[in-house]
Nanobody, 117 residues
Framework: QVTLVESGGGLVQPGGSLRLSCAAS????????MGWYRQAPGKERELVAV???????NYADSVKGRFTVSRDNAKNTVYLEMNSLKPEDTAVYYC???????????WGQGTQVTVSS
């Protein structure tokens, strides 16, 4: 069992920045993937950015160049630095942990990000 605790969401103006954090605890395997998905009202949950325990990253095209995913393996924590935020980035952001090759893994409770003037 793995528990994920997210923090860092909130309200920000267009063009602003936010940083999300997600700490994992429990039965953590060393060979894993952690990252972020989001779900806007009326839409399906979609990948934002993920990073493997070895540092390999994958980003949605819509956030490339604006968002950066990183992690601290010693703390089992993943971060999402979001810059140049747009109204279309508004969504509930969910942290995900999974062992590489095993789906769907575990989800955090979600944190709301709202980009609005």
């Amino acid at each position: 069992q793995v528990t994920l605790v997210e923090s860092g969401g909130g309200l920000v103006q267009p063009g602003g920045s936010l940083r999300l954090s997600c700490a994992a605890s429990g039965s953590i395997f060393s060979n894993n993937v952690m990252g972020w998905y989001r779900q806007a009202p009326g839409k399906e949950r979609e990948l934002v950015a993920v990073i493997t325990s070895g540092g390999i990253t994958n980003y949605a095209d819509s956030v490339k160049g604006r968002f950066t995913v990183s992690r601290d393996n010693a703390k089992n924590t993943v971060y999402l630095e979001m810059n140049s935020l747009k109204p279309e980035d508004t969504a509930v952001y969910y942290c995900n942990y999974r062992v590489i090759g095993v789906f769907p893994g575990y989800w955090g409770q979600g944190t709301q990000v709202t980009v609005s003037s």
